[in-house]
């Protein structure tokens, strides 16, 4: 399971916001897109590097099912509609994330876009995406998808080698996947992102290789490729810890993210952030891009965190106690925080410096703007977009991300 949030103060039970956070709602309407974020926390198995707040059949217990699920969210969306009570513009974004979304069937997350719409009111051309384990979704399913509304696919396929997806405890069939991006084409959908996990113990570069030439004859306009991160409480962090897997080693991880962006470049897909590369502007993740560019989001769902106006807040993490506060008529929300003006420049130096559009020197105090000097002349970050009041990452900077953020954020 992740590790525990922050204690917080106590959220209303009406999961109410305070003024300030509506004051700025106000002036952000034209800037600051808001989004919905929905977790849907059912799995089929448990992947060995995963740590997510997500529960398979047998951890679930009583309490809470997903038959049930969809009316527990749509309980949540009513809430936010009251609390927001139209202070937040058009919702522009949503995504299903888990867990696995598409243990759901098409009906019922529908049925969750229809309450967002009702309650929230949805952009004409929102972004709607649904991640996905391939094993669970077909050619049919995809396509109730598509004619329900769902605009985006994202597909977990983190590898082509059948021994990495053991060691990961992936039960998709290899080409699973691609074929899966076929059939979302066929069924209509235009943006098709397919996610890869590099560095797993066993792997060898030839199947990084093999993996990222799978992805991109597949046909996706959009590739997310993410270094393996062992989390304690894991099964793969308890194979590592008796010796049965090596760990992951920092400068192989570093030449198969080297690989993947020489890959994936000279495929047409472009990086727009330090993880994540898409075909064009139209093929970036608007979702996520909401997070990174401090945008507002309401996240529905047993963990699921919100961000609305500088408060953050976090919902109680098992599905029972979180259809139990639904039942009661009350908030989800286990706590909450309202984030200072230190802080808040803190997170926009750390996201806006992963994106290629970089971070403003504006934002940055005497200290990290001497740090981003320093980054330009170590070769982490480029000398003219500096000069023109930016710090972008270059290549080798994109490898030291985290330190050289670190410096940023003096």
Do not use: K
């Not at 867990?99 to 876009?113: E, K, M, Q, R």
């Not at 080693?249 to 570093?254: H, M, S, T, Y």
């Amino acid at each position: 399971m992740a590790g525990q949030p922050p204690d917080g103060e106590p959220v209303p039970a009406d999961g109410g916001l305070p003024p300030e956070s509506f004051a700025e709602l106000a002036r952000a309407e034209d800037r600051a897109p808001f989004g919905v974020y929905v977790h849907v926390p059912f799995c089929r198995t448990r992947c060995g590097y995963c740590d997510f707040n997500t529960y398979t059949a047998t951890e679930l217990g009583s309490g809470a099912s997903r038959d049930t699920y969809a009316s527990h969210a749509i309980g949540e969306i009513r809430q936010a509609g009251r609390v927001l009570a139209g202070h937040a513009g058009p919702v522009r974004t949503v995504f299903f994330g888990g867990g696995t979304p598409t243990l759901l069937a098409p009906a019922d997350l529908a049925s969750i876009v229809r309450a967002i719409d009702g309650e929230l009111g949805l952009a004409p051309d929102a972004e709607v995406t649904a991640e996905a384990n391939p094993e669970t979704v077909d050619e049919r399913s995809l396509a109730e998808l598509r004619s329900r509304g769902f605009t985006r696919l994202s597909l977990g396929m983190q590898s082509a080698a059948p021994h990495v997806l053991a060691v990961l405890d992936r039960v998709h069939q290899p080409g699973r996947p691609e074929q899966c991006v076929g059939w979302a084409r066929t069924a209509g959908f235009e943006h098709v992102s397919l996610d890869l996990i590099y560095g797993t113990p066993g792997e060898s570069d030839a199947d990084w290789r093999l993996s990222l030439r799978r992805a991109v004859e597949a046909g996706p306009d959009h590739i997310s490729a993410y270094a393996l991160i062992v989390e304690e409480g894991t099964r793969l962090a308890a194979r590592i810890r008796r010796g049965e897997l090596p760990a992951p080693d920092d400068d192989v991880l570093a030449d198969r993210y080297l690989m993947a962006d020489a890959i994936l470049t000279a495929a047409g897909l472009s990086w727009y952030e330090v993880s994540n590369w898409a075909a064009d502007e139209h093929s970036m993740c608007r979702h996520n891009l909401l997070y990174w560019t401090g945008g507002n989001w309401w996240g529905v769902g047993p963990g699921a965190h919100s961000h609305v106006g500088g408060t953050r807040w976090w919902n109680v993490r098992h599905p029972a106690a979180y259809a139990q506060r639904i039942a009661a008529g009350v908030s989800p929300g286990q706590a909450r925080e309202i984030l200072t003006g230190a802080e808040r420049r803190t997170e926009e130096i750390m996201l806006a410096t992963r994106l290629a559009a970089g971070c403003p020197a504006s934002a940055l105090s005497a200290a990290g703007l001497a740090a981003a000097r320093q980054a330009v002349a170590d070769g982490l970050a480029g000398h003219d977009a500096l000069q023109a009041g930016r710090v972008e990452l270059t290549t080798r900077g994109r490898l030291l991300a985290d330190a050289v953020i670190r410096g940023l954020t003096n």
